[in-house]
């Protein structure tokens, strides 16, 4: 789910299982969406990215899925571990002839406990 | 690895002044990004950059807002006259010819007093 201000959902998972994030985007026209990490006080850091033509990619332990019927990007992360706890932000981007603003969603926490 | 640098890190001033926020994108990346994060807050896109002109700016980016490409080398964001609602982290952010993923900076961290 999303939400804005100081309340972001949360997701608890234990070290070891696999944990899925998602992101409903809301402009039908975006043709490139990315995933990026944040740490505390930190910048976001790009995880993995997609194009419209695809509906999955994988990266090292990490696998997105689009689902441009109805609008909604996944985050997998595989044998999540302490250091991915992080607030991830999925992000879209309308096409725009190359200069590809981001449109970021309000993020999910992620909390992995040992 | 490369790496889009910021400075300062920091940066408190009073409401009124004018502040210049500093950014070194990745050398032979030509798209340049500013976009602010109000504290717990989503990333908010404020002006792209490229070929020496603003190529594209949100509603946030009022006249109080410049950036400029002083040389080759940095990237800079001014606010004129600073409002207590400009507190937030500002990131840079840059994208190469051939690709599409933008790199941030790690910020900098403005508070209007």
């Known amino acids: 789910g999303e939400s804005v201000g100081l309340h972001l959902p949360t997701l608890s998972v234990q070290e070891g299982d696999n944990s899925i994030i998602n992101c409903a985007y809301s402009n039908s026209a975006s043709d490139y969406f990315i995933w990026y990490k944040q740490e505390s006080g930190k910048g976001p850091q790009f995880i993995i990215d997609i194009r419209s033509n695809m509906d999955k990619r994988q990266g090292q332990r990490v696998t997105v899925l689009l689902n441009k019927t109805v609008k909604h990007l996944s985050l997998q992360i595989a044998a999540t571990q302490p250091g991915d706890s992080a607030v991830y932000f999925c992000?879209?981007?309308?096409?725009?002839?190359?200069?590809?603003?981001?449109?970021f969603g309000a993020g999910t926490r992620l909390a992995v406990h040992p | 690895e490369p790496e889009v640098t910021q400075t300062p890190s920091h940066q408190v001033t009073q409401m009124g002044q004018e502040v210049i926020l500093r950014c070194v994108p990745i050398s032979n990346h030509l798209y340049f990004y500013w976009y602010r994060q109000i504290l717990g807050q989503k990333v908010e896109f404020l002006v792209s950059?490229?070929?020496?002109?603003?190529?594209?700016k949100s509603e946030i980016f009022d006249d109080q807002f410049s950036v400029e490409r002083p040389d080759g080398s940095n990237f800079t964001l001014k606010i004129r006259s600073t409002k207590l609602e400009d507190s937030a982290m500002y990131f840079c952010a840059s994208k190469g010819q051939a690709e599409e993923t933008q790199y941030f900076g790690p910020g900098t961290r403005l508070l209007v007093l």
């Open positions: 950059f490229y070929n020496n002109e603003i190529s594209e």
């Open positions: 992000a879209e981007s309308p096409f725009s002839g190359g200069y590809n603003k981001l449109i």
